[in-house]
């Protein structure tokens, strides 16, 4: 982790576009710091955090893993959440991580796994309460997830609910980059989902949740994830025709696929 920086760093990296420039200008507000958010201490939490996670799921007695517990609940408090960009939250959005197919490993394995994930605790990842078994797939026990496309429409998207949504999955994914630097696998934004649970759904904003691959993935399923959420919103906002999700999602992957994600990873050199 100490070698390799963190691509979440850069979002000039990252998107392209009318939306995507506004979602560039605040986010690189956020990690300057400009808006209230301590960069410094901010890595120091995550870096300690991950350190002590990785002592814990390497914990072999009761006495050991309740010492690492006890290391992470006296860390003192994440830095402030940082607010978007006129949106009516006074925070970011939940972005809870799930943990599909496990495939291949062994029942020790999947307590460590279960162990680690369900430690992970951030302003911006919901605190795992446990995991589910059902044909091969491990996953965080939840319900009432709304596939993006279906709950789009019923939102009411402006451009400031757009944009602050978009600088909300990049903070979680800069957060994501650091804190599972660990032997579990790395991030992949493959897949996006809403909470459609809560009443004030058409007020406030909804709450993100990304898949993370625990193999195989790398950092273009993060690129073309973005992308499409970028794509989608602009759809909503006035900056895209109105096309079916279908279309914006193909036109995403096939216009840059190659053009804009493989000359993105050929800059971050430091992604082997």
Known sequence: MDSISNPFDNPNNLVSGDLANKTTSIWSETISGKRKLNKEEEE???????????????????????EQQSRIDDLPAPPPKVRGPGGPSASFPTVAVACPELEGLTEEELAE???????????????????????????????GLTPLPEALPTLHVTEE????????????????WNAT???????????????????????????????????GETIKNDLRGLHAILKRLEAYVGQEKKAGFSEVMGMCLSRFDKSMVESMIQKLTALQ
């Not at 309460?129 to 091969?136: C, E, L, P, R």
Request: net charge positive.
């Open 44 to 66: 120091m939490y995550e870096q300690k955090k991950a350190e002590y996670i990785k002592a814990l799921v390497n914990s072999k007695t009761k006495e050991e893993k309740e």
């Open 113 to 143: 796994e279960e162990d680690f994930m369900t430690h992970l605790s951030h302003p911006n990842i919901l605190r795992f309460a446990g995991f589910t078994t059902s044909q091969g797939v491990r996953a965080v026990k939840e319900s």
């Open 161 to 176: 609910m757009a944009v602050e949504w978009a600088v909300s999955v990049l903070y979680a994914l800069r957060y994501a």
């Open 181 to 215: 630097d660990l032997p579990y696998g790395t991030v992949g934004l493959e897949h996006l989902y809403v909470e459609m649970r809560r009443k004030t759904v058409k007020l406030d904003l909804p709450e993100w949740r990304c898949v993370q691959q625990r193999k």
